[in-house]
Every structure is written in structure tokens, then in C-alpha cells.
């Protein structure tokens, strides 16, 4: 089946500083999402982005299909950003695929 | 507030019993999926339903099962629980079958622990 790996594992930055968080997936994917899941658990939707480039206030995102990967930024990071990043990622068989996710963490 | 809810929030209970969660889709939407969200198997989709019909099954256990009912909401049951079946369980909904284009909003979660 399809590998979704995301890099780093883990993440720590100054309050302020800039970030790219990786999402490699190993086959066509029909769509792609990004999502933040809080220090309370709640998923968040932040991107859907099966190609291109979009931006969101200090968060933007990129995929480039036909290299098989997404790269989120995050910029002037803040401490309510941290949490874990994930990529899912949505096959033809209509099963979704979440990568391991990105924990980050924002120094105050 | 994505729009789904999902309840009970907390669940706990024991070896062997049986457990219903429910979840109600956003308004307009036709598609549930279930997650389970544990420690050592990360984000799994476990089943998607489609306006009251399965869609797409993942790693789901014999010992769960779901449906969609008219109104479209759904409950998963998990029978026979075991000490692993602790995790957050996630409900998402979509506005279409699952397809290019369909973005999937999640509710809180549940989380049950199994003692």
C-alpha cells in the first residue's frame, strides 16, 4: 500500500522562528490534507491541497504532485502553534492515509 | 467547530463489554469516516459510509462494526474490548463519497480507555 513519511519527527523552535515540515507519499493520491491536532487532541483542518501552493495567514502550503511530496511552512512560529502536524493523504480506494505526524514544540 | 459532534467524549469500561460511540456529520454532508488514534498504531482509518452505504473499509477489527442510519449519523461498536481497544476515536465528515476535491472535517474525538 501507499508509505506517507513525514519529516522531522520532531520539532523545536524559538517563538518567532520559521519552519518547513516534509510529507512524502509513495503513489498518485487523489487528495491531500493538512492538520494540526492541538495539545487537546482536536484535529484541525488546515489545508486541502492535492497540488499547488496555498496560503492561510502565516501557514502555506505546497505539493508538488508529480514529485510525490507537501511541504507546510509556518512562519513566525507562535506557542499555540505547537502540537502535531499530520499529512493525510487519500488513495483511489477511498482509504485515507495519515503519516506519523510532526510534533511541534514553541519556546516562549 | 467543525460541525461534527461526537459523543460520549469519555468512555470507561471494562474487559469484554461493548461500547457504542455516535457521530453527527456536519449539515449537508453524506460521508462518515471512523478513526482510531492510539499510541503505537498512530491515525487509523477504520470505515467510510456514504449516504447510509460502506464505502471504503480500512484496518477495522471483526469485533467493530458501524452503520450510517437515515438521518446520517452513525455509531461504531466495539465488542469484546480489549486492553489495546484504549485510543481516541475520531468521526470525520465530508460533503461527497470521498473523492478528488472532498475535504474531510474532524470531530473532538472520543477517547475510551479499557480497564
Known amino acids: 500500500g501507499i508509505q506517507v513519511e513525514q519529516s522531522p519527527p520532531d520539532l523545536i523552535l524559538q517563538e518567532g522562528a520559521n519552519s518547513t515540515l516534509r510529507c512524502n507519499f509513495s503513489?498518485?493520491?487523489?487528495?491531500l490534507q493538512w492538520f494540526h491536532q492541538n495539545p487537546w487532541g482536536q484535529l484541525i483542518n488546515l489545508f486541502y491541497i492535492p497540488s499547488g501552493t496555498k496560503q492561510n495567514g502565516r501557514l502555506s502550503a505546497t505539493t508538488v504532485a508529480t514529485e510525490r511530496y507537501s511541504l507546510l511552512y509556518i512562519s513566525s512560529s507562535q506557542t499555540t502553534d505547537s502540537g502535531v502536524y499530520f499529512c493525510?493523504?487519500?488513495?483511489?480506494?477511498?482509504?485515507?492515509?495519515f503519516g506519523a505526524g510532526t510534533r511541534l514544540f514553541v519556546k516562549a | 467547530d467543525s460541525g461534527v459532534t461526537q459523543t460520549p467524549k469519555h468512555l470507561i469500561t471494562a474487559t469484554g463489554q461493548r461500547v457504542t460511540l455516535r457521530c453527527s456529520p456536519r449539515?449537508?454532508?453524506?460521508?462518515v469516516y471512523w478513526y482510531q488514534q492510539s499510541l503505537d498504531q498512530g491515525l487509523q482509518f477504520l470505515i467510510q459510509y456514504y449516504n447510509g452505504e460502506e464505502r471504503a473499509k480500512g484496518n477495522i477489527l471483526e469485533r467493530f462494526s458501524a452503520q450510517q442510519f437515515p438521518d446520517l449519523h452513525s455509531e461504531l461498536n466495539l465488542s469484546s474490548l480489549e486492553l489495546g481497544d484504549s485510543a481516541l476515536y475520531f468521526c470525520?465528515?465530508?460533503?461527497?463519497?470521498?473523492?478528488?476535491?472532498?475535504?474531510?472535517?474532524f470531530g473532538p474525538g472520543t477517547r475510551l480507555t479499557v480497564l
Open positions: 503513489d498518485s493520491v487523489n487528495n
Open positions: 470525520a465528515s465530508s460533503l461527497e463519497g470521498g473523492g478528488p476535491g472532498d475535504t474531510q472535517y
Open positions: 493525510a493523504v487519500y488513495t483511489g480506494g477511498f482509504k485515507t492515509i
Open positions: 449539515s449537508g454532508d453524506l460521508s
